[in-house]
């Protein structure tokens, strides 16, 4: 038989949804794609393009990978978040719409600030440098340091620098947090995408997730806003006036903002919605001067 683009893709997509892939159209077409070299603009303007023993061959592996679940993501190598192409593997979380909130919120904050201000900013859990290097792509005169505990993510992130920004320029740290800096140093915007899943929660996500994501940025153990908990302990002292500290949350109501009344004369806490109307980002802005106590 011969094939074209337009059966082979009929048929690899009939494949994976019968699989229970409810986005196997799409998979069918960003893997044909990768074959052919070819945006899925392209794949429909060359329907009747015969696809060659080789190309079929190449293309039956692809799918066969993403049968297994592996991820389309790292099946291809890279993500587009924000506009930007960044190569993932499984070695970081792929980047996902959601977090795109994060960049949002902190280019609404810049905007209150003068033009030829230069913010300081801390990305925590920087994982493929996705925040940190959009931050650092829209703000040249931004001065950025980005953490992360795995550095074999940070090997990944600093690839992805290197291909997306003209010049070296973010500050890659390895460590748990906070204490990866080795100055007193303030930060204006600190930013986050921590891992927000209990360890009781394993068994419920996608098998895409479970088995090929790492498990050191989705978990945050026993209890699911550790790492919220921590983060605004170590803003007390490395917020500087006027700053904020932004995080995603993981979209589900309620959010526990009662949790960090302790910290209520330090921070304005305010939760942010997606477009879908979900709490998606904790955003704790540092008061100046703090508040006397009630």
Known sequence: MSWTVASLLT?????????????????????????????????????????????????????????????????????????????????????????EHLIDHAVAWRRSRPADWAPRVLDLGTGSGCLAIVLAHRWPEASVTAVDQSSSALEVARANELSLLVAPRIDWREGDLFLALDSPDKFDLIISNPPYLSTDERSALPVDVREFEPAQALFSGADAYTYYDRILDGARTRLAAHGVCLMELPGQAPVPLDRWVRLRAEFDLLVHQDYARRPRVLAATRCAPPRTNE
């Open 11 to 99: 048929k690899a997509s009939e494949h994976l949804r019968g699989l229970g892939f409810e986005d196997g159209r799409l998979d069918a077409e960003l893997l044909l794609g990768r074959v052919l070299g070819l945006d899925r603009l392209g794949l429909y303007t060359h329907f009747d393009m015969p696809i060659s023993d080789d190309q079929r061959d190449r293309y039956r592996e692809l799918v066969r990978r993403r049968t297994r679940h592996e991820p389309v993501a790292y099946i291809l190598g890279e993500r587009e978040f924000y506009g930007l192409n960044f190569r993932v593997d499984p070695r970081v979380l792929i980047p996902r719409p959601e977090s």
